[in-house]
């Protein structure tokens, strides 16, 4: 009998993973650029995906490897980004204004993640805070570079900054693109000053909606190499984030949504004093046959249909 592929490790537990959903890439094809912006129409289209029964986190094996993917975020356009730029605007003051809310916190030096064409940072820069930005996009970096934000072109892995020299490193919709995860919480962990905060969101496949769609999940993307449960992500801040105490998860945090749909986590960790609020959202899946429309979280589907959270943990 031919000997059965070993699965891949998980990377949080080092056990065995178990093949959840086989890929539904036509013949295999290799990623396309296309499939790496933020408003891909690519929805439930996934290579293999792997799961951990023991910690819940999930990941993608591209057959072309995940490094190559990190590479082609370099030449990624998207230029219907801006088509919903009054909207973005409104979920990154929301977001914002949920990180000042936060005792001990006020505008100070912040890090962005994936900081795109740099909305966020330009929102953080008009309340007071002193923003960076990291993307890989040399398009994006070029157009964040036009408003006048200052970003550093290239991976979290080749930023170059003192230690503990943020007060708070912000990521939205980020952590499922990484390739090492558990690596670069490490990294952030660095950059944060005693007392800083880390803010993130991350999609949520423990919801509800990944639940009942299963292999069909909208969220399940190529360019996503990893998905996290509630339980994985709160263990990967617990074993990288070791001065880390309490977890409080709260419903509905501020974040914005990826590319229409909200089916996330949102998470943050604190160096020290966990609490949060905020608004979440929920919104259908655009249609791939249809123009790209971000979602009003003013709709009744959307009020309805929460699933996001947050969690703050002290350092």
């Known amino acids: 009998m031919p000997s059965v592929p ?31 912006a933020c408003t891909s129409p690519h929805l439930s289209v996934h290579d293999d995906i792997f799961t951990c029964h023991r910690c819940g986190l999930a990941r993608a094996e591209p057959p072309g490897g995940v490094a190559e993917i990190e590479e082609s975020y370099r030449d990624v356009h998207d230029n219907l980004y801006r088509a919903s730029e009054p909207e973005r605007r409104e979920d990154f003051q929301r977001a914002i204004e949920g990180i000042e809310r936060h005792p001990f916190v006020s505008p100070g030096s912040l890090l962005e993640i994936g900081s ?30 036009a408003m006048g934000l200052t ?22 919709d980020v952590w499922e693109h990484v390739q090492d995860p558990l690596d670069s919480l490490k990294r952030v962990h660095g950059l944060l000053k005693p007392g800083g905060l880390l803010a993130l969101t991350t999609v949520n496949m423990g919801g509800f909606m990944a639940r009942i769609m299963r292999g069909r999940w909208p969220w399940f993307l190529r360019m996503h190499l990893h998905y996290f449960t509630r339980k994985s992500l709160a263990e990967m801040v617990r074993r990288r984030l070791r001065r880390s105490r309490d977890v409080d998860t709260i419903e509905n945090a501020p974040a914005r949504l990826h590319s229409g749909a909200g089916t996330q986590h949102t998470r943050a960790a604190r160096r020290p ?19 790209w429309r971000y979602p009003s979280h003013r709709s009744a589907k959307a009020q309805k249909e929460r699933v996001k959270f947050s969690v703050f943990t002290p350092l």
């Open 116 to 145: 795109s064409v740099g909305l966020f940072l330009d929102e953080a820069t008009k309340r007071g805070w002193k923003a960076t930005g990291i993307e890989p996009s040399r398009w994006a970096s070029a157009q964040a570079a």
């Open 6 to 36: 070993e699965t891949p490790l998980c990377l949080l537990c080092g056990r065995r993973t178990v093949l959840l959903y086989r890929s539904n890439v036509p013949n295999g094809a290799p990623i396309e650029s296309s499939e790496l």
């Open 151 to 172: 970003v550093f072109n290239g991976m979290l892995d080749e930023f170059e900054a003192e230690s503990e020299s943020f007060d708070v490193v912000a990521s939205w």
């Open 273 to 291: 004093c966990p609490q949060s609020g905020g608004l979440g959202r929920l919104a259908r899946p655009p249609c791939p046959h249809q123009p």
